[in-house]
């Protein structure tokens, strides 16, 4: 398999900060996510999490719980589907999933996607694979969920030591299956030629429209204070499944490129995660990460940061060619 090295730019230079500022501010859609919601009881916020995260209204990590990314995503998704913004129960939505939870058995093949990652980039640079450095966490991205959460399902589990032929309980979630998310690239699709991707880097959130259909929302990490996401309109280039990533901190901290630097291999530990979708803004895109716990939380640099489930997804709902506006 050929993987593309990547130059990563992810950072702004004082030029590009300026031009980014000279550009006209687009006209965001109009914001919906101020509404008041109850505190639902675990089950219940856990098949409300399941249903948004199966129609592509991420809803965070899969935790049980009440927090800023599930409560944006379901009134997102009332607002998308012309219902009443409330916080009621809606027992249609929990009715598409009457399982909670389901089980999941530790397979052979799943021990070859877990090794040990070195934690210098020095050594991190002479493999071929950043894989996942546990089962624990594997599981967990495969169902979309923290860490915690799984392990609270499983108590009494020895976690440093799971073998094959072990039964978890997970989330009824449709699955991120990591061996399928194979290489390919983004094409043009005329069935997606009038979508358009906004950038929210105040609420954090990356939302997809067809004309003025809401499509999909998606939580992420819009660069930092200091190397913010440019603002202005965009377009998609290209993506690049399990791509690499050219880390040069010169050009991370300072925007400034540099000849001291490591070529990181693909692998869901790589820093970019699954996917790298680039913009025709020299070295900005959209990506995964290695650590879905901070998305929204912990600052990028001036990309736009998903979890690699839902990075995924947004490959096959949008096109190259489509506009990424970022306010």
Not at 66 to 94: C, N, P
Request: one cysteine or more; a negative charge; charged letters at 20%.
């Amino acid at each position: 398999m050929k993987f593309v090295v990547l130059t990563l730019l992810c950072a702004l230079s004082l030029a590009a900060l300026v031009r980014a500022q000279e550009t006209p501010a687009p006209t965001p859609p109009p914001k919906v996510y101020p509404v008041a919601l109850p505190n639902y009881d675990e089950d219940t916020a856990t098949r409300l999490q399941i249903f948004l995260d199966n129609n592509d209204f991420g809803p965070g990590k899969i935790d049980g719980r009440m927090g800023e990314f599930f409560r944006k995503a379901l009134i997102s998704y009332k607002h998308a589907h012309a219902m009443l913004k409330t916080g009621a129960v809606d027992q249609w939505m929990l009715d598409q999933v009457p399982v909670t939870y389901t089980t999941y058995t530790i397979k052979e093949e799943d021990l070859k996607q877990v090794g040990d990652v070195p934690g210098s980039r020095d050594e991190q640079a002479k493999l071929k694979w950043l894989p996942y450095t546990s089962l624990l966490e594997f599981v967990a991205e495969r169902f979309h969920s923290a860490e915690a959460f799984i392990q609270k399902l499983n108590p009494g589990k020895n976690w440093e030591h799971l073998q094959a032929g072990e039964t978890l309980k997970v989330p009824n979630v449709l699955p991120f299956e990591v061996e399928r998310f194979t290489e390919g690239k983004l094409t043009e699709n005329p069935t997606f030629a009038s979508r358009k991707i906004f950038v929210d880097t105040q609420e954090h959130l990356l939302e997809v429209f067809d004309n003025d259909q809401l499509v999909c929302v998606f939580p992420i990490t819009p660069g930092s204070k200091t190397l913010p996401a440019p603002v202005g309109t965009w377009k998609i280039l290209g993506a690049t499944v399990w791509p690499w990533f050219r880390y040069d901190e010169g050009m991370l901290n300072y925007g400034v490129r540099t000849e001291s630097y490591y070529n990181l291999p693909p692998g869901p530990n790589n820093l970019v995660g699954v996917l790298w979708m680039g913009l025709n803004k020299p070295g900005i895109g959209i990506h995964g990460t290695n650590n879905p716990e901070t998305i929204g939380r912990a600052a990028s640099h001036g990309c736009i940061r998903l979890a690699n489930w839902d990075a995924a997804r947004v490959k096959d709902l949008v096109s190259v060619g489509n506009t990424v506006i970022i306010f």
